[in-house]
C-alpha cells in the first residue's frame, strides 16, 4: 500500500458510499447458527432448502427441497429480480399447509434480498447460510444435480412451463433413493401429510380421492401401460388444507384438483 500513487486497495465508483450498511449484504439476514435444532437433524417435516438454477439467456428456475422427505419442487421464475423470485416463492409456499412449510434455508444470493416481504405474506422464517458454503444446502446442491438430468447447463428455462417442471419434479420424487431406504420422495412426503392428519379428515379426503382417482381410471382406459397414481403434492397439500376447516370447504377446493398425468403416456387426463 505505502508504494502506490494512492493508499486506495479497490477502486470504486464515484458514486459508491459506505454510509447505507449495505454493501451487497442481506439486510437483516438470519444466519444458518441460529435454525432450531429439530431442523438440523431433519426430524420433522417441513423444513425446506431453495436455490436458483440457472440456465441460458438469463433464464432460471427455483428449486424447492423438503429437507426429510427430500421431496422436490420446482418454480418457473420469469426474471432474477428479488420482488419477482420472492413473488413466486409466496405463490408455491400457499399450495402447501403449514404444518408443512415452516422455514426455508437459502444462499446468500442477492435475489432473496427483500426476504421480509416472504415472511411477512407467508409466516416462513428464512435463514441464510454462510458465504461460500453451498454444501450447507447438502440436499438442495445434491438434488440440483438430479435436476440437471433433465434440465442440463446451457439450456434455455424460460421454454419450459410450469406444467413441464412439474412433470420433472414428479419424476424425480417418483424415483427411489438409497438414503431413503430405497422408499420414494413422495411416499415419504405423503407419508408426513398423512401423519398430520386429523383422523376425521382421513375419512373425507380418502373418500373424496377415490371417487377421483376412479374417474381419471375411467378416462384414461384407452392407455395400454401401467399407470402410477401418485398424487401431486401441491395439489393433495390444497385438498389437505381446507380439511382443516371442515368437509363444506374441502369440497369447495376439490375443484383445485388438476389433471393427473398418465405416467405410461406422459399425456395428462383431465379429472
Not at 432473496?112 to 458454503?133: G, K, W
Not at 405423503?190 to 383422523?199: G, M, T
Request: with cysteine.
Amino acid at each position: 500500500m505505502a508504494h502506490l500513487r494512492r493508499t486506495r486497495g479497490m477502486r470504486r465508483s464515484r458514486h459508491h458510499t459506505q454510509k447505507t450498511g449495505r454493501n451487497g449484504r442481506i439486510v437483516d439476514a438470519v444466519p444458518i447458527s441460529e435454525r432450531p435444532a429439530a431442523v438440523e437433524d431433519r426430524a420433522v417435516p417441513g423444513h425446506w432448502e431453495g436455490d436458483l438454477l440457472f440456465g441460458s439467456k438469463n433464464s432460471q428456475i427455483a428449486t424447492l427441497v423438503e429437507r426429510q422427505s427430500r421431496y422436490l419442487m420446482l418454480a418457473k421464475v420469469d426474471r432474477k429480480d428479488t420482488e419477482t423470485v420472492v413473488s413466486a416463492l409466496i405463490k408455491h409456499a400457499h399450495k402447501l399447509p403449514n404444518e408443512l412449510y415452516k422455514s426455508l434455508t437459502w444462499d446468500r444470493g442477492k435475489e432473496m434480498s427483500n426476504h421480509q416481504r416472504f415472511t411477512l405474506a407467508t409466516d416462513i422464517e428464512v435463514y441464510f447460510c454462510d458465504p461460500q458454503s453451498p454444501w450447507q444446502r447438502g440436499s438442495n446442491e445434491n438434488t440440483n444435480g438430479l435436476v440437471r438430468q433433465y434440465l442440463p447447463k446451457g439450456i434455455d428455462l424460460s421454454t419450459y412451463s410450469q406444467a413441464k417442471l412439474n412433470a420433472i419434479a414428479r419424476r424425480l420424487n417418483e424415483r427411489p433413493r438409497k438414503t431413503l431406504n430405497f422408499e420414494t420422495p413422495a411416499q415419504r412426503f405423503h407419508e408426513s401429510v398423512a401423519s398430520r392428519l386429523k383422523p376425521q379428515s382421513k375419512g373425507v379426503i380418502r373418500d373424496c380421492v377415490r371417487s377421483r382417482m376412479q374417474t381419471a381410471r375411467a378416462k384414461k382406459a384407452r392407455c395400454s401401460e401401467s399407470v402410477s397414481y401418485w398424487l401431486h403434492a401441491s395439489t393433495f397439500a390444497s385438498l389437505l388444507h381446507g380439511a382443516h376447516d371442515g368437509s363444506a370447504r374441502l369440497a369447495r377446493n376439490g375443484a383445485a384438483f388438476q389433471p393427473v398425468v398418465c405416467t405410461g403416456c406422459a399425456v395428462p387426463h383431465g379429472i
